[in-house]
Each structure stands twice: as C-alpha cells, then as structure tokens.
C-alpha cells in the first residue's frame, strides 16, 4: 500500500491541464518564439547558474517582459538562458553522476531509448493483446483532482484514449519491466540502491503539466512522441509564489496564460529549455521547477525517479541549518518560508558539490582475466581480433575464406595471418611471399610502399602506418636504396 507521501508525489507530478484549441496555436507560436530568439541567448556563464538581478538584457525591462509574458504560456516573458545541453550518447554513471547529478547540471541523452525492446513492441495492438487485462490508474486531462476517473483495464484505455479526457499514469507493471533496458547512467549501487519508482505515462498528447518540483532525481525516458521540458532552478521559488501555493511544490500560476498582473515578480524567472524528442532521456535536477509540454500526438514515456542524495550522510549535515538560523535572524518573517528552504537547499547543493567522493560502482568492475589478450607468454594463447582486415570481414559473414595463390606462393591466409589489402588483386601484399610470412620485413615494406603508388587501397591507409611505425631512419634509408620486387 502506498504511503501518503508517495500519493502526495504522484499527485504532484502527474498534474496535467488540456490545452484548448485556442491555445495550442499560442503554444506553438511560443515555441517557435524560442528557437527564433535562441541566437540571442548568447552564453553568459554568471547567469546561467544562478539568479542575478542584473543579468537581464537591457531591452528586456518590465513592461517589455510583461507586453512579452502576461496572459501567454509560461517562458514567454523572456528566451531561455540556455538549450539544456545534449549528448548523442549514454555516459557511465560515474560520469552521469559526479558531472550532473551532484551538480544538478540538466542534461539530454539523445536517442538512449531507441535502443529498448519497448521501442518497437509497444505498439497499441502489443500492448492490448498482452496487457489488455491488467488495470491502470487515470487521471483527468484537464487536472481534476476532484474527480479523479476510476482505474480502467489497458484495452479500455486504448480503445477510447483518443477521443476522451484521460491518460494513463501508474506504475510500470512487473512484466512490462522487461521490455526496458535500464540506462547505462544508473547502473551502479551507489545510485540503483536508492531507488525510488517508477511510472508509465501515456496518452495521446496535448498536455501540459503544471509547473511543480519533485523531491527526487528524475530521468524522464521518452518512448514516442515529443516533449518540451522547462527547468527553473529552485533559486527562483520566491518569483513562482512558492509561499502562496495551495500545495506546497505546485505552483498555482497558470503556465498556459500566465497572469502577470496577479504574479509580477514572474518577470524575473530565468529558465532552461530542454527539446525532448522521441527516443531521448532528459535529467531533471530533483527539487528543480518544471513544466513538460506534449505535442498532440500519441506519447508514450517512462520516469525513473531514485532518492537523493546519498552523499547527505557524509557532506555538509550542519549548512543547512545553520545557515537557515541565520536567514531567520535576519528575517523573522522567512521562518515558515517554503520558497526560502528550496533556495537554500540548492545553494547547499552547490556549496558542497565539489567535495563530493566519487562513487565507485564496484558492480561495474571487469579484470583482465576475464578477457582474451594476445601474449608470447602462454603456448597456444588465444589469437585477438582486430587485425584481420578482410578475412575477419569474410569469417563474420560466414565465407569459406580461400585466396588463390601465385606460383611462388604455396600457402594461404588463415585466422592468424590476415591481410588488409585487396586480396583479390593478385599484385597485392596478400599474395607477396615476404609479406604473408612477416610484414614487418623490409622487403615487405618496400613492396608495400610501390604497391600503393600505384593503386587505391584501404591497406595502404590501414597497414602501412602499422608496419613503417618504429622503423629507423637507418631502416628507411635500406627501403629506400633496396630493389623492390613489386611491378604494376
């Protein structure tokens, strides 16, 4: 049975609104509105970490922002700080972990999700016929807490989510666990062993989530379809009314019209803006504000949430505190201040993010014994692979290698022995006695470098830097004087 804190949670983050047809169009505009202005947003290192007053372009004054913002979907007031970097591959998780989670750096991984079985088997028609019977907690597109629909079986679901005002949000179901490759990035103890839940998100798009914060780390895995992802450090809470919230970490600011008259202070929110594609996994830095926009197309996602952070118990167990008396000294009125603790806790984190241990991952850890190495130490030590050329091309794909042999040639190439020339071309090295016996005679060399004079081939790229590598100048002098053996 779930407790109430983790109700609380899913309550918080699954929060959706419907965007009226009136507002898509708003919504688009304000995306492209974004890209255009992007060659503006020129990095500016001090601003992007944490607030500054005085960071503001100086076009960008209040009634600028607000003619830009009120009554317009929430980022409108001003361009992003940054495009939310992304990477084009998984990291370890050291590299996950002690570059961005510690740092609470928001990052891309572009196309991880490609990779999962649920990638091309999660089809409405899979899913239906595997999991037709199993029933799923909804919720209303429009944010009705109030009436929350009762949980319905998955062929239910899938029959009618185009058409009616609902999506599906609950836990991943055990079995569905295997179609989901857990990512590189969180595969080590120190990160796996703080396991939070997880959830499967989907609908048919046009949703908006309000603007809130998680109390854990998130990567949001995005299966099928798009999401735009708006990241506001917790240094701003004071601007998104943290204090006046009915629920303490959703903000009540209306983030498809958001009214600057009843919330000014918005104008001084500054945010990060990450493009979420189908296949991507974006970090979302927990206690972080943020706002995920669908497109109105069929979307399917996981969030993997763990706790955070496991470094607490060894960094920093006074700052907090203290520094927290010290602002309630000087402000009695801040005491009871929601928005005052999540500053404070994000500065903390960056205080103490330097000193941070490295995380070990010992799950990770692979000897050298488990592995084939070539070596003259051992008879008969297993023979790598790497240097093979064609015939490891040929072995791959199954061929009977054979290379027909010249007169003065009576061997052929076998697994120990591979060539990356040409070998149907019969002036190759392949069939160059010398060269098949060692290449890294002079005579072999010196056949090589006429050969590839005279014509175009992958060995004299791949195999002549190798056998020229640690000649001396001596050596290359003999090449150089000696009679080649090689005729076009």
Same mark, same amino acid.
């Given at each position: ?151 319905? /079986? ?168 203290? /520094? ?52 003259? /130490? ?111």
């Amino acid at each position: 049975m779930k407790s109430a804190s983790l109700i609380l949670h899913i309550l918080m983050v699954g929060s959706v609104c419907f965007i009226p047809s009136s507002m898509q169009l708003q919504a688009d505009i304000h995306n492209e509105d974004i890209h255009d202005e992007k060659q503006d947003t020129t990095a500016q290192p001090e601003c992007t970490q944490k607030y500054n007053e005085h960071c503001n372009k100086p076009n960008d004054d209040e009634s600028e922002m607000f003619r830009r913002g009120h009554l317009k979907p929430f980022g409108s007031h001003r361009p992003p700080d940054v495009i939310v970097e992304e990477l084009k591959y998984m990291i370890s998780p050291q590299d996950f972990y002690m570059n961005y989670v510690v740092k609470h750096i928001p990052v891309v991984l572009k196309g991880s999700v490609k990779h999962w079985p649920a990638y091309t088997k999660w089809t409405d028609e899979y899913l239906n016929k595997t999991y037709g019977n199993v029933s799923f907690l909804m919720e209303t597109k429009n944010d009705d807490k109030q009436n929350i629909p009762p949980g319905m /079986k998955l062929s239910e679901f899938l029959d009618s989510y185009q058409k009616v005002n609902r999506y599906l949000v609950d836990e991943v179901y055990p079995d569905m666990r295997k179609d989901v490759i857990l990512p590189l990035a969180l595969r080590c103890e120190e990160i796996s062993s703080y396991f939070f839940v997880s959830y499967f998100w989907m609908s048919n798009g046009g949703t908006s989530s309000r603007i809130h914060i998680d109390t854990d780390e998130n990567l949001l895995c995005v299966i099928h379809g798009h999401k735009s992802v708006i990241l506001v450090s917790p240094e701003y809470s004071n601007y998104l009314y943290a204090d006046d919230s009915l629920v303490l970490g959703v903000s009540d600011i209306d983030p498809q019209s958001v009214d600057m008259e009843k919330f000014p202070r918005v104008k001084n929110v500054r945010y990060q803006l990450a493009n979420v594609e189908e296949g991507d996994i974006v970090y979302i830095p927990n206690m972080w504000w943020h706002q995920v926009v669908s497109r109105s197309e069929r979307q399917q996602a996981i969030a993997l949430w763990w706790k955070s952070k496991p470094f607490w118990r060894e960094q920093g167990r006074t700052s907090i505190p203290n /520094k927290a008396k010290e602002h309630i000294k000087d402000d009695p009125h801040r005491k009871y201040s929601y928005a005052k603790a999540l500053e404070d806790y994000e500065q903390w984190v960056q205080d103490v993010s330097g000193g941070i241990p490295r995380i070990k991952c010992k799950s990770q850890e692979s000897f050298m014994k488990d592995y084939h190495f070539e070596t003259d /130490k051992i008879p008969d030590a297993p023979v790598t692979r790497g240097d093979g050329g064609d015939l490891e091309e040929a072995m791959e794909a199954g061929e009977n290698v054979q290379i027909k042999q010249g007169d003065s040639i009576d061997a052929k190439i076998t697994p120990t022995r591979g060539c990356d020339f040409d070998r149907f071309n019969p002036k190759s090295p392949c069939h160059y006695k010398p060269c098949f016996e060692d290449d890294e005679l002079l005579e072999c060399v010196k056949y090589m470098l006429g050969y590839c004079d005279a014509f175009e081939d992958r060995g004299c790229v791949i195999q002549l830097p190798h056998v020229m590598n640690k000649k001396s100048k001596e050596e290359l002098k003999q090449i150089k004087e000696m009679k080649g053996d090689f005729k076009k």
